[in-house]
């Protein structure tokens, strides 16, 4: 009786300690989201003076209102079939989450990528006329049609005209050493903190991990740190 009183009490301890221990494993991650890593310098991934008119003089692209919680930085190449994938997802963050998320783009044209460079550099002669986001969506929706073109500038050439720049002053500022200082200012900041893949996204300066494709996954991100 006595060798079995201190059996069943030996159990009984052994049953609290596994219960509480999924207890307490259960409350650790509930609400937790893919974000990995260390927290980045936030001059490193919003330079200085960047604002909601983008263009060289102020180094970037910024969606952004004083009432948002949370600023979500990308690093992207518009020849990537996945960051052309997640464009639309970003876009429908913005809306649902109107007001409330500040989103800033950063180009980082990878080498294997035969056109994104020169994409690049289209998507920021149109934003020195006030056309970035236009030329930005325009770029991942035709991506198939100009991706693989012996002469890809002709063909941003064309979209420009759509868009209604002026297409001598966008052809200008495609080459000039303003747009690609200012891309290569993106490149050097994404190596500075080891980029490797497109798209990359930082949130409120912490790398986002494991992401799936899936609209409501990245939404979830999104609503945990609002």
């Known amino acids: 009786m006595f060798k079995d009183k201190?059996?069943?009490?030996?159990?009984?301890?052994?049953?609290?300690?596994?219960?509480?221990?999924?207890?307490?494993?259960?409350?650790?991650?509930?609400?937790s989201?893919?974000?990995?890593?260390?927290?980045?310098?936030?001059?490193?991934?919003?330079?200085?003076?960047?604002?909601?008119?983008?263009g060289i003089e102020n180094g970037n692209y910024l969606t952004a209102t004083s009432s948002a919680k949370v600023t979500l930085v990308e690093f992207g190449d518009y020849e990537c079939p996945a960051c052309g994938e997640y464009n639309p997802l970003v876009k429908q963050l913005l809306t649902e989450f109107a007001g409330k998320?500040?989103?800033?783009?950063?180009?980082?044209?990878?080498?294997?990528?035969?056109n994104a460079l020169i994409s690049s550099q289209a998507a920021e002669a149109a934003g020195l006329q006030g056309k970035f986001w236009q030329m930005h969506d325009r770029l991942?929706?035709?991506?198939?049609?100009?991706s693989t073109a012996s002469d890809a500038k002709s063909i941003f050439v064309g979209y420009a005209q759509a868009l209604g720049?002026?297409?001598?002053?966008f052809k200008t500022d495609?080459?000039?050493?303003?747009?690609?200082?200012?891309?290569?200012?993106?490149?050097?900041?994404?190596?500075?903190?080891?980029?490797?893949?497109?798209?990359?996204?930082?949130?409120?300066?912490?790398?986002?991990?494991?992401?799936?494709g899936n609209y409501a996954d990245f939404k979830k991100i999104i609503s945990d740190q609002l």
């Open 6 to 31: 201190w059996l069943i009490i030996g159990i009984a301890a052994t049953l609290i300690l596994v219960v509480g221990g999924v207890f307490l494993m259960s409350k650790g991650s509930r609400g």
């Open 33 to 54: 989201t893919p974000i990995t890593g260390t927290s980045v310098d936030s001059t490193i991934l919003i330079p200085k003076g960047a604002d909601e008119t983008g």
């Open 101 to 114: 998320i500040n989103y800033i783009f950063r180009n980082y044209p990878l080498n294997q990528h035969t």
């Open 140 to 146: 991942y929706e035709s991506v198939s049609d100009w």
């Open 165 to 169: 720049l002026d297409v001598n002053k």
């Open 174 to 212: 495609m080459d000039s050493t303003a747009v690609k200082d200012k891309i290569q200012n993106d490149v050097n900041d994404g190596n500075s903190i080891n980029l490797s893949e497109t798209p990359t996204f930082y949130l409120n300066g912490i790398k986002i991990g494991s992401l799936t």
